[in-house]
């Protein structure tokens, strides 16, 4: 469980103008395919912990 | 003029125009979108922490700094030439690239306080982009052995 105390008001997200070129850059990256789906999939856990990310 | 971290990208993502391509427009929606000066200060602080000298020899066009300003950037802490967001920001920054998962609450919730909370959702999405350019390139000026 995620105990971390919010440190930005709900709900506020990056400007649409920042927002939508930024989710399409990850989204150019993600289908980017010469990579072998099992060093993908560790190099994407290794981030994960790196950021503590939990989803 | 190309710096030498946009020449790596272009050379590196040649193959891959569309990565390129919203990579270059999330890089001009960060500069337009967040406070320049702002963001030309955190991005030299990121490349003195990475040890990105090209970065360094870089100028932003719409940052306009001032040189007082870009040399003192490593001493942003004690120099009365930082206003308060800047060094809230500066500090936000340092954490953020050295250990973005245990970046302090307090460091967080200062910038939020002094710059507006829209701001600061702006900001750090900004500086992620800011940080992803210049770690990138910099992990293939070095496998490929490019000059910095």
Partial sequence: ?55 | MTSATQHSLNTHLAEFPDVLAELGLAHDAAWSTVNPEILELCRLRIAQLLGATSELAHRTPEAALHNDKYNSVAQWPTSSLFSEAEQACLSFTEEFVIDVANLGHATAVNVGELIGQQEFADFVSALLVIEQRIRISLAWQNLFGEAQ
């Fill in chain 1, 1 to 55: 469980m995620n105990t971390r105390q919010p440190r930005i008001t709900p709900r506020t997200y990056a400007a649409a103008p920042l927002r939508t070129p930024l989710g399409a850059w990850q989204a150019a990256v993600v289908r980017m395919s010469a990579l072998d789906p099992v060093t993908t999939e560790l190099v994407r856990l290794r981030c994960a912990r790196y950021h503590d990310c939990k989803t």
